[in-house]
């Protein structure tokens, strides 16, 4: 298997994810710069954290519009699994392929601190190695990251499960202390309806060695690549 990690204008956490699938996980990843035409020969995408373009307009609404990102559409239309960290989530939902926006947080100054995520479905490509329910660690590092969906939107992203983490305290209880920028419903990720598009704020490589702090992170890459497995 292959996993392309996308790159933009502003791009920085490739290399760590880079890191993490080659070096950790133990599988072929490569980056690929956006002006790249086409995915053949991927069987995954991730679209990285940073600030694409500076975040000039709305935090990743250019990166959103290259070329590039028709290709991961393609993509996933195929059932290959697509996941967006942090800027890679404001991108999938300025490409319109998950619901909702990412706003400026409720608190509108740059937050970067460990989190406790509170695993509300398993049944995703990148969720099948946790447990329902489960409290993790995961950084986080946004200004923009208030998740904010019309409320249909929100019903419907409850009803369906598409409702992957939530921010919680430690005992994982959703309260207002453990939101870190004001999200609705405390949403720190959603998947789309046919669940192979994961976005999430929070930063799963920055927690996918134990010497960071918290190797939690890691199972998300190892449920992907099981996924991939198993059907491709």
């Known amino acids: ?4 990690i996308l790159q933009f204008g502003g791009t920085n ?4 994810v880079l890191h993490v699938l080659k070096d950790v996980v133990g599988v072929d990843a490569e980056t690929v710069w956006y002006k790249q035409e086409g995915l053949t020969g991927f069987d995954g995408v ?3 954290g940073g600030f694409s373009y500076g975040d000039y307009l709305r935090a990743g609404a250019i990166a959103a519009r ?3 990102m028709n290709s991961v559409k393609k993509l996933a239309a195929e059932g290959k699994p697509v996941l967006g960290i942090c800027n890679g989530f404001q991108i999938l939902t300025e490409a319109r392929v998950l619901e909702g926006a990412l706003t400026t947080n409720e608190y509108p100054k740059f937050r970067c ?3 406790n995520l509170r695993v509300e479905t398993v049944d995703t490509p990148f969720t099948s190695k946790f447990r329902k329910g489960e409290v993790i ?9 208030q998740f904010y969906a019309e409320e249909k939107t929100l019903a ?5 499960e598409q409702v992957v983490f939530r921010y919680v305290d430690e005992k994982g209880k959703v309260t207002d202390a453990a939101n870190p920028n004001g999200s609705l419903e405390n949403i720190a990720g959603i998947v789309n309806t046919s669940r192979n598009i994961l976005g999430l704020m929070p930063h799963p490589e920055r927690a996918s060695e134990s010497i960071l702090g ?3 992170g890691l199972r998300v890459f190892e449920s992907m690549v099981d996924y991939i497995t198993a059907n491709f």
């Open 1 to 4: 298997m292959k996993i392309a």
């Open 156 to 160: 419907e992203l409850d009803e369906n």
């Open 113 to 115: 601190h460990w989190t």
């Open 13 to 16: 956490c490739d290399q760590d």
């Open 46 to 48: 991730v679209v990285p």
């Open 214 to 216: 918290s190797d939690d």
């Open 137 to 145: 660690r995961l950084p986080i590092a946004h200004m923009e990251g």
């Open 66 to 68: 290259t070329p590039i």
